[in-house]
């Protein structure tokens, strides 16, 4: 891992993450062309604006590391050589570990300018969270919870992954933890506030559950939707930029080799498409309505019969003790109530 020394601005490399305190940056990259990142090799030819907000972004980052005491920080556009297909590779692989082991995590909301939001225990349909709060309040929740930063593929490990993370607005105002503010996030971010402060693993979320958090999210280039999610399945996969959208078929076919959630297969909850293509998810945004499927935990207290199931190339095959799928594909088969699941049962091969 290569970190930026926040007082000479220089690079030290570590092989162990877990031996030195360091700080790590989360953002939103400029869609301004006039202000563009400065890249790892931009930074080492001097060839940079130093006065645009990319530099600006860094200088802000290593002062607040500073500031709270950290001697080194990661910025993702400075300190990763992207030119390197094997240092990219290993980058997106190591990611989330790499959010998970920082000490603290800075998220600069670059489209917010806000002070200090209110503390809200919960936010409920009925809105009884605005009740004593003046208008002003209330539009800067909103304003928080609009912001682009809710919307990226890449934020959603570095709000899950670090243990601490300190969110500020534009004009450098603190908001708050997300320990603070997970009753606002989890709204935002449609994750429940367990799993948003880290009283439950993300991990003890179903697969269906963990791929409805990035329903909403997107990413510049469609592999890196799939590569984003690698972290939040505990997944190492090889990088084949150019492949598309086949990259989250195959992280979902990875899914499948190494676990044995089911509820992967439970997609199209929130779909009008009548005419599904297969056995696998095109995209996250199947999953937007899987939000409620059961964790892992409560799926594995019925007893469904399965023995195995795995891809083969006439489609899922799945091994059961005794029959407990019927033609009309209903999620009950998975151990959850509620309507069809959005996949052709004429994928599977069901040997009983």
Known sequence: MRLLNKTTLEFADFNDTQQIRYSILSHCWSQDPDNRKVTYQAFLARDFNVDGAGYRKIQRCCSLSKKRGFDHTWIDTRCVDKTSSAE?????????????????????????TADALPKIHAIDKEDRWKQGLDIHAIDKVYAFMGSRWFTRGWTLQELLAPTTVLLYSSDHHYLGTKIELAPIISQAASIRVAFV??????YKASAAQRMSWASART??????????????????????????????????G??????????????????????????????????????????ME???????????????????????????IDL???ARNFGISGPKVGITLKCFNVHV
């Open 88 to 112: 990219l590779s290993e980058t997106i692989n190591s990611m989330f570990k790499w959010y998970q082991d920082s000490t603290e995590c800075y998220v600069f909301m670059d489209d917010l």
């Open 254 to 295: 990875e899914i499948i080799r190494q676990s044995d959630d089911e509820s992967i297969l439970v997609w199209g909850l929130d779909s009008e498409q009548k005419d599904f293509t297969g056995v696998l998810a095109d995209d996250p945004s199947d999953f937007k309505g899987s939000g409620n499927v059961w964790t």
């Open 219 to 252: 990413t510049t280039r469609p592999e890196d939707m799939a590569y984003s999610l690698l972290g939040n399945f505990d997944l190492n996969m090889p990088l084949l930029y150019g492949e598309g959208k086949k990259a989250f078929r195959r992280l979902q």
């Open 197 to 202: 402060i880290q009283e439950t693993h993300i």
């Open 328 to 330: 009309s594909g209903t």
């Open 298 to 324: 409560k799926l594995r207290t019925f007893d469904r019969g399965i023995v195995k199931y795995e891809l083969t190339n006439k489609g899922l095959a799945i091994s059961y003790n005794k029959l407990l």
